[in-house]
């Protein structure tokens, strides 16, 4: 069963986009912080993220312990980045100046509703890694296109499109051919 509260939905994205969870808490130094998650990138673990939902707790309460955070990692020597995720109501805008002064912030907003995935992702998507399509996937259906219109082609056109999927060499092998060819049929007329 899935977590569907807004701090449930932020953790499953960021569990999927490959940061993990820290256990037991955030601890910096001596110091313990109460966040109701934070991760770090499983296989680098130079960014921090902090998510808090305004409506459990006030805006002065979750500036203070932000500001705490980025005391203490800076005490600490650290170089890592601190994201905050804020679920809940978008806090004030003299808020988000204070919290943008000493980590990033991304305030999620309402994501409860049947679109909160995607609203979430596109809040996310800084920390999201990006999907792009494969580059094979791309050229076959450029290919498929090309190949569904060239039968308006002449016919030299058609066979630089079937040899395309071949690659590079054939298609250049295919275009001396043609040009070959044109060339004999012109010296042919001229004789």
Same mark, same amino acid.
Not at 128 to 144: D, I, K, T, Y
Not at 168 to 186: C, F, G
């Given at each position: ?28 130094g ?24 305004? @409506? ?7 500036s203070? =312990?932000?500001?705490? +955070? %980025? ?5 600490a020597? /650290? ?11 978008r ?57 569904? @219109? ?8 058609r =066979?630089?499109?079937? +040899? %395309? ?6 298609? /250049? ?19």
């Amino acid at each position: 069963m899935s977590d569907s509260t807004p701090i449930g939905r932020v953790t499953v994205a960021l569990e999927d986009a490959g940061y993990r969870r820290i256990a037991n808490g955030l601890q910096i130094g001596e110091l313990k912080f109460e966040f109701p998650a934070a991760f770090v990138k499983a296989n680098n673990s130079g960014e921090l993220i902090l998510v808090a939902d305004i @409506a459990s707790e006030s805006e002065t309460q979750l500036s203070r =312990k932000v500001d705490g +955070v %980025a005391r203490a990692l800076d005490i600490a020597s /650290s170089t890592r980045s601190l994201t905050l995720v804020v679920t809940g109501p978008r806090p004030s805008t003299a808020t988000l100046d204070s919290l943008g002064r000493v980590c990033r912030v991304l305030p999620t907003g309402d994501i409860s509703g049947g679109d909160g995935d995607h609203v979430l992702k596109n809040w996310l998507a800084v920390l999201l890694p990006l999907s792009l399509p494969q580059p094979e996937s791309v050229a076959g259906n450029a290919l498929a296109r090309i190949h569904a @219109a060239a039968h308006y082609l002449d016919e030299a056109t058609r =066979k630089l499109i079937d +040899v %395309a999927l071949q690659g590079e060499r054939a298609v /250049s092998e295919e275009l001396y051919s043609i040009i070959d060819t044109a060339a004999v049929q012109a010296k042919e007329k001229t004789s």
